[in-house]
T-cell receptor, first 112, second 116 residues
Framework: GDSVTQMEGPVTLSEEAFLTINCTYT??????LFWYVQYPGEGLQLLLK?????DKGSNKGFEATYRKETTSFHLEKGSVQVSDSAVYFC???????????FGSGTRLQVQP | EAGVVQSPRYKIIEKKQPVAFWCNPI?????LYWYRQNLGQGPELLIR????????DSQLPKDRFSAERLKGVDSTLKIQPAELGDSAVYLC??????????????FGPGTRLTVL
């Protein structure tokens, strides 16, 4: 079945540091890939998505590129802020199952 | 535009008691999902509706869980009787169904259930 594997957290960074959160997947066919974010006390929000190989999703300074050859969708940001502290979830869907399959989440803590 | 609305936000019950959660999706969204999120994990699908039809309920524990989506809008998820292991956050999401598996799903704030 489908699965998503994320790096375990927490990830602790200083403000303005470079961020990478690794995500790899196993899925049938050609999945769509998503990053969702959950800020403290809030619901899940879509951060970015990519729907085909080599697509790059971007939003709020975050980027992720759909790499079919390595089945990866790593999240990156060049300079994190304290306000980026949250839990980040990598997820996928595909035409055979439109529900999201999520990874276990990675908690990011950014210190001033 | 209003987001996905869920109620209650928190619920504490004794084991073996019944409980129900309510969800109102974004207006015009045909697809509605219920997910369960255990502590420290990602959400997992319980059931998906297309309009009023349940089209993916393979992960719903049907011996104690039930759901309905009358008139293809609001939905209710029920647990009867609740067990200790049901303690989790229950999330409702909706999408417009226009782009298939590329559609963005919009999540509500969730209902945090604690079973004592």
């Amino acid at each position: 079945g489908d699965s998503v594997t994320q790096m375990e957290g927490p990830v602790t960074l200083s403000e303005e540091a470079f961020l990478t959160i690794n995500c790899t997947y196993t899925a049938t066919g050609y999945p769509s890939l998503f990053w969702y974010v959950q800020y403290p006390g809030e619901g899940l929000q879509l951060l970015l998505k990519a729907t085909k190989a080599d697509d790059k999703g971007s939003n709020k300074g975050f980027e992720a590129t759909y790499r079919k050859e390595t089945t990866s969708f790593h999240l990156e940001k060049g300079s994190v802020q304290v306000s980026d502290s949250a839990v980040y979830f990598c997820a996928l869907t595909h035409s055979g199952r439109r529900a999201l399959t999520f990874g276990s989440g990675t908690r990011l803590q950014v210190q001033p | 535009e209003a987001g996905v609305v869920q109620s209650p936000r928190y619920k504490i019950i004794e084991k073996k008691q019944p409980v129900a959660f309510w969800c109102n999706p974004i207006s015009g969204h045909n697809t509605l999902y219920w997910y369960r999120q255990n502590l420290g994990q990602g959400p997992e699908l319980l059931i998906r509706y297309e309009n009023e039809e349940a089209v993916d309920d393979s992960q719903l524990p049907k011996d104690r869980f039930s759901a309905e989506r009358l008139k293809g809008v609001d939905s209710t998820l029920k647990i009867q009787p609740a067990e200790l292991g049901d303690s989790a956050v229950y999330l409702c999401a909706s999408s417009s169904s226009s782009g298939g598996n590329t559609d963005t799903q919009y999540f509500g704030p969730g209902t945090r259930l604690t079973v004592l």
